[in-house]
């Protein structure tokens, strides 16, 4: 199985930019998939998630309203567009899939990651 981001970069705040996740190596509708970030000293955060057949989305709280989780099956694909960035965004952005039901967004419960991807938003 692989998850590989694309999509990354260095922002000003205020802009958009959008990241994808192509995955390979699984039934990929099976799989809840989700967005995650780490910034520096922190821990692991969820951003974002939607469902196999994207009837829910889910967002965190600092991103509410101004990111956008997707996914296209047909293309084995996940993107996160991600408007009115703020420096605070800044982190590695990672791609993950769940295959079970899980009633929360622990990082234990997730199967498969890729290798993250940087984002840098500049103020």
């Known amino acids: 199985v692989q998850l590989v981001e694309s999509g990354g970069g260095l922002v000003q705040a205020g802009g958009s930019l959008r990241v994808s996740c192509a995955a390979s190596?699984?039934?990929?509708?099976?799989?809840?998939m989700a967005w995650f970030r780490q910034a520096p000293g922190k821990e692991r955060e969820f951003v974002a998630a939607?469902?196999?057949?994207?009837?829910?989305?889910d967002y965190g709280d600092s991103v509410k309203g101004r990111f956008t989780i997707s996914r296209d099956n047909a293309k084995n694909t996940v993107g996160l567009q991600m408007n009115s960035l703020k420096p605070e965004d800044t982190a590695v952005y990672y791609c993950?899939?769940?295959?079970?039901?899980?009633?929360?967004?622990?990082?234990?419960?997730?199967?498969?990651w890729g290798q993250g991807i940087q984002v840098t938003v500049s103020s």
């Open positions: 993950a899939a769940r295959g079970s039901y899980s009633p929360s967004y622990s990082i234990r419960d997730f199967d498969y």
């Open positions: 190596g699984l039934t990929f509708s099976r799989y809840t």
């Open positions: 939607i469902s196999r057949s994207d009837s829910w989305r």
